[in-house]
């Protein structure tokens, strides 16, 4: 979730002039360009957007997932997604090491092993940082999304139980070998 969430605040920050450390977008649902859905509407600091600029950054990230992507050079002057790979990785284990050593208020988008949904066991949403790691699913991402995102989510949500049975039938082999 890290490349996406970081791509998802470089967009927004760019289009309203805003330090893109202040920004934060909801990325929820997978790790590939099929699964991933930005909530655009979601946005904080909450910001005006037309229902086709959500359409289109939305299929912009979700190209540049799943390409390397040639579409980033014109924001955030980082045109490599191991640029958006790198920062988001950092963001993260930096908000981890500071829950753990007991900081509080570290949310951040992650896949992991989640109970959203009872036919997905694993889910890639915003969560709550803590001493023990997750602590808490912030549920109310999923609350009041545009028909678009809804739309969005109740197909990625077929290729991502695909996407979780066979990346868990790898793990099975992986450990068997």
């Known amino acids: 979730m890290t490349p996406e ?3 998802a605040r470089a967009f927004v920050a760019e289009r309203f002039v805003l330090d893109v450390e202040d920004v934060h977008v909801p990325v929820i649902g997978g790790h ?23 359409i289109l950054w939305t299929s912009e990230i979700t190209h ?39 900081a509080d208020g570290m949310f951040q988008c992650c896949f992991v092993e989640s109970t959203m949904f ?35 989510l109740k197909y990625l949500k077929e290729d991502l139980i695909e996407d979780i049975e066979k990346g868990v039938e790898f793990a099975k082999r992986t450990l068997d070998a």
């Open 32 to 54: 590939c360009s099929l699964t991933a859905l930005p909530l655009f509407s979601k946005t904080r600091p909450h910001v005006i957007l037309y229902k086709d600029d959500i």
């Open 118 to 152: 009872e036919d997905i066991p694993f889910f890639g949403s915003t969560v709550k940082l803590g001493k023990k790691g997750v602590e808490a699913f912030i549920e109310t991402d999923l609350e009041g999304l545009t028909k678009y995102e809804a739309e969005c």
């Open 64 to 102: 540049a997932i799943s390409n390397s992507s040639e579409h980033l050079d014109y924001f955030a002057g980082n045109p490599d997604r191991e640029y958006f790979e790198a920062k988001g990785a950092e963001r993260f284990v930096l908000s981890l090491l500071r829950a753990l050593a007991g």
């Open 5 to 7: 969430t970081e791509l």
